[in-house]
């Protein structure tokens, strides 16, 4: 099945940096998703992005689809941003959205 | 608001007795699939419904059943839990394998 690996998978920042988060998946897919896992466990979406960029806020994604790779931008990131990260990705074939999830991203943001 | 429900949020078992889990959803999405994840992992699909076809992932057990007996609920049965069954089991909806919006869990313990 399809590979999807995130780095870093530990990420430290302070509160108002800047960082990017990378998936970089192991064929082609028909749907990407970024989801941020809070520390209660509530997945929430982030971004429907199988290519090209979008902006949400402190938040963007970058999917270039033909060098199978996504990007999540975080910039001033706050403390509320703490959690873990997941792309996650669904194969060309088989039944619609059966997403395969990533390795995940753990960010802390400190004060 | 619209939502995704998933009662109860802690569930205590014994050892190889039967238990339930729910899941709502007043989204009015077509799609509704049921994750496991355990600790430090990301989430792993079990199965999903689109419309009422049932769709189980090939390496899903035999001891997971799912029944889904309207567009707005689905219940997750597991038959006989052992303790490698203890993990958090996550609800989520689509509309036709669009962006996924996940309930809360339910956080399942075997004793």
């Known amino acids: 099945g399809i590979q999807v690996e995130q780095s870093p998978p530990d990420l430290i920042l302070q509160e108002g940096a800047n960082s990017t988060l990378r998936c970089n998946f192991s064929?082609?897919?028909?749907?990407l998703q970024w989801f941020h896992q809070n520390p209660w466990g509530q997945l929430i979406n982030l971004f429907y992005i199988p290519s090209g960029t979008k902006q949400n806020g402190r938040l963007s994604a970058t999917t270039v689809a033909t060098e199978r790779y996504s990007l999540l931008y975080i910039s001033s990131s706050q403390t509320t941003d703490s959690g873990v990260y997941f792309c996650?990705?669904?194969?060309?074939?088989?039944?619609?959205?059966?997403?395969?999830f990533g390795t995940g991203t753990r960010l802390q943001v400190t004060l | 608001d619209a939502m995704v429900i998933q009662n109860p949020r802690y569930q205590v078992t014994q050892f190889g007795k039967p238990v339930t889990l729910s899941c709502s959803q007043t989204?009015?999405?077509?799609?509704m699939y049921w994750y496991q994840q355990k600790s430090s992992q990301a989430p792993k699909l079990l199965f999903h419904?689109?419309?009422?076809?049932?769709?189980n992932e090939a390496d899903t057990p035999d001891n997971f059943q799912s029944r889904r007996p309207n567009t707005s609920f689905c219940f997750l049965d597991i038959r006989s839990p052992g303790l490698g069954d203890a993990a958090m089991y996550l609800c989520a909806t689509s509309r036709d394998g669009g962006t996924e919006f996940f309930g809360p869990g339910t956080r399942l313990t075997v004793l």
């Open positions: 996650a990705v669904e194969p060309p074939t088989g039944t619609a959205s059966k997403l395969t």
């Open positions: 419904y689109y419309d009422k076809d049932f769709n």
């Open positions: 064929d082609s897919v028909n749907n």
């Open positions: 989204l009015n999405h077509n799609v």
